[in-house]
Every structure is written in C-alpha cells, then in structure tokens.
C-alpha cells in the first residue's frame, strides 16, 4: 500500500497560487493519484485525478514527474472558499481490493 | 438522483447500546465503503464492499458490522458502543471501474457517552 505524505497545513491570500505538495514514493505502476477536498462539517468531494504528467479541470491542476514519486496540486488564485482540508490519496488497485486510504491531509487556509 | 444518503445526521449513545447508521445510494455503484474521521486523524476506513454480498474490512474495523444484502444500502452497525467510537462517519460510493473518485454522504455524528 501507497503511503503519501503532505504537510499538515499552509497558510496563503487571495488570489494567490497554491501548490501542495504530496510524496508516494512506494507508488506501485497501476496506482492513481487523486486529490479530494473537505470543508468543515461535510464529506469529502473529488478535485483531481492523474496518473502522470499533467492534468488540469476547472478547479485545479496535477502535476506529477515522470519518476511519479511525488504530485503537486495547483490551485490557481485562491479564494477565501478554498479553506478546506485536501488529501493526497494513491490508490491499491489489485483485483477486487481496491480501497482508498485517507492520511490527515493538509489544512489550507486562505487569508484576506 | 439523491446522491449518497446518510440517516440519522446526529446521534447520542450510551455506552453500551447498539445502533445502525443507515447509508444510501442511488447511483447504482458497485463500490461502497464506511470511513469515520476523528479530530487531527483525517478519514480512516472501517468496512468496504466491492458488491452486494462482498464485504472486507478496512483499516479500523473493531467494533462494528457491516452487510451489503443489496446494492443501494450499506448500513454500518455499532453492536455495543462505547466513547471511542464518538466521531464523525462517513458512507462512500463508486462505480467499481472508477474507484477512485468516490461520492460521499454529508455524515453522522455520534457521540456516546
């Protein structure tokens, strides 16, 4: 199993650029990496997904290297509403035992 | 669609009594797991299920059942409660082929004292 590891928290302003960095160095070849978000008092809601190079929505970009030992989330010029919690997750896909685990992942908060 | 359901959204226990934290879907997903989230601790997952009839557990199972008798429910059963398990729980959707984005309920919270 994939452990990640991210800071615990990072401070940021409007409309500034954040990018949260998570390691996975043990990430195994079938492996995804996903980013999910949580406000206060809610369920986690799904960002991002990538598997390597980049991806980007409307919500965010990955960025993840070629060695895929470590991914970058970019959220660009944040708001006050992305103060959440956001997780780094890589997946275990073997077989019919696929399961995400959640580490404590990074508290971003968003400044005036 | 309703999305992922969760009932009761707050509830108070005391140590020792049983509960069953209901959980629904609507989307016809394959994929449903439990997770609970303490304060610092991020979400740890307790039970999953690949399909109606599968279940496994998963990083904290101790302390509660689960069944999947069919594919929209998945409800979580705390057999004798005791505080630890105050916290708030989480139910969790997803197609099996895309396991990894998942839809999650708005949550329960227990608190057993």
């Known amino acids: 199993l994939a452990k990640t590891t991210q800071p615990i928290s990072m401070d940021s302003y409007e409309g500034q650029e954040v990018n949260i960095t998570c390691s996975h160095n043990n990430i195994a070849t079938n492996d995804y990496i996903t980013w999910y978000q949580q406000f206060p008092s809610q369920g986690p809601r799904f960002i991002i997904q990538?598997?390597?190079t980049k991806v980007t929505n409307e919500v965010a970009s990955l960025f993840i290297p070629a060695d895929r030992k470590s991914s970058t989330l970019s959220l660009p010029r944040v708001s006050l509403s992305d103060t959440a919690v956001y997780y780094c997750?890589?997946?275990?896909?073997?077989?019919?035992?696929?399961?995400?685990?959640f580490g404590q992942g990074t508290t971003l908060q968003v400044k005036p | 669609n309703a999305g992922v359901t969760q009932t009761p959204k707050f509830q108070v226990l005391k140590t020792g009594q049983s509960m069953t934290l209901q959980c629904a879907q609507d989307?016809?997903?394959?994929?449903m797991s439990w997770y609970r989230q303490d304060p610092g601790m991020g979400l740890r997952l307790i039970h999953y299920?690949?399909?109606?009839?599968?279940?496994d557990q998963g990083e904290v199972p101790n302390g509660y059942n689960v069944s999947r008798s069919t594919t929209e429910d998945f409800p979580l059963r705390l057999l004798s409660a005791a505080p630890s398990q105050t916290s708030v729980y989480f139910c969790?959707?997803?197609?099996?082929?895309?396991?990894?984005?998942?839809?999650f309920g708005p949550g329960t919270r227990l608190l057993v004292l």
């Open positions: 969790a959707s997803s197609y099996s082929t895309g396991w990894e984005t998942q839809y």
């Open positions: 299920s690949v399909g109606a009839g599968i279940t």
């Open positions: 990538g598997y390597k």
């Open positions: 989307m016809n997903h394959e994929y």
């Open positions: 997750l890589v997946g275990e896909t073997d077989g019919n035992t696929g399961k995400l685990i």
